[in-house]
């Protein structure tokens, strides 16, 4: 996901709040998802995962850091431990040594230990398709939850990382202040055959093309309807 659950708040570099401008309106707002839709159709998480279970841990282990660097680290990890029960029984210090390469190793290796441990406790080895006991398990929160309930279980919760936060301040589509106020805002002018979608989408746009730095403005597919007041190019 390339950020926590805390990034996300004005200070985003390159475009946060602050130099995008006025709010869409329903035909624009309309307009930004034909054209994402367009531009990305098969559009999905690129975290991979075998199943809900690698999926929980993959998303888990992406808090500030890369799919590229999580998807790097995983095939090992999960060759050791595909299911909550492997991964408890190889534990901590197990886990740890699997994920070096990944930022924040040491907690992100106790928080998966302790969820899969949960997980064989409380659901049977499964994963919860409810967001509160999905909220309940250690290094899961709000955005992770979403990001479960929509790819693994088709959910049309739209999670709100960094670039997605940043992608809505800029262009209009949801301006907030904070991850929370973004989501709400994505969730109210959302057309309801592009709410399943409409985080893929949006992570990419910002990932690939909406850049902090160096927005692909030219490139743009929807230049002609963001309302981002310092478009390059």
Do not use: W
Not at 46 to 55: A, C, G, K, R
Not at 107 to 120: C, D, F, G, I, M
Not at 192 to 203: G, T, V
């Amino acid at each position: 996901m390339d950020a926590d659950e805390g990034q996300g708040r004005g200070g985003d570099r390159g475009g946060g709040r602050g130099r995008g401008g006025t709010r869409l309106d329903g035909d624009a707002v309309e307009a930004l998802y034909e054209a994402l839709a367009a531009a990305t159709p098969d559009a999905r998480t690129e975290l991979v995962h075998q199943d809900p279970f690698t999926l929980l841990v993959a998303v888990v282990l992406s808090a500030q850091a890369t799919d590229a660097g999580v998807n790097r680290a995983t095939p090992g990890l999960f060759a050791a431990a595909p299911t909550p029960e492997a991964m408890a029984a190889l534990g901590e210090e197990g886990i740890a040594a699997l994920i070096r390469t990944i930022g924040l190793y040491r907690t992100k290796a106790k928080n998966v230990a302790a969820l899969s441990r949960l997980l064989v406790e409380r659901h049977g080895g499964a994963v919860p398709p409810m967001r509160e006991a999905l909220e309940a398990l250690p290094g899961v929160g709000r955005k992770t939850a979403n990001v479960v309930l929509n790819v693994a279980f088709g959910e049309p919760t739209i999670a709100v990382d960094t670039h997605i936060f940043r992608v809505s301040n800029r262009t209009g589509l949801a301006p907030g202040r904070t991850p929370a106020e973004v989501e709400a805002g994505l969730v109210a002018v959302t057309p309801d055959r592009h709410r399943q979608d409409a985080h893929h989408r949006l992570i990419l746009h910002g990932r690939y093309v909406c850049k902090a730095r160096k927005p692909l403005c030219p490139a743009c597919p929807i230049r002609t309807v963001c309302r981002y007041d310092a478009k390059t190019g």
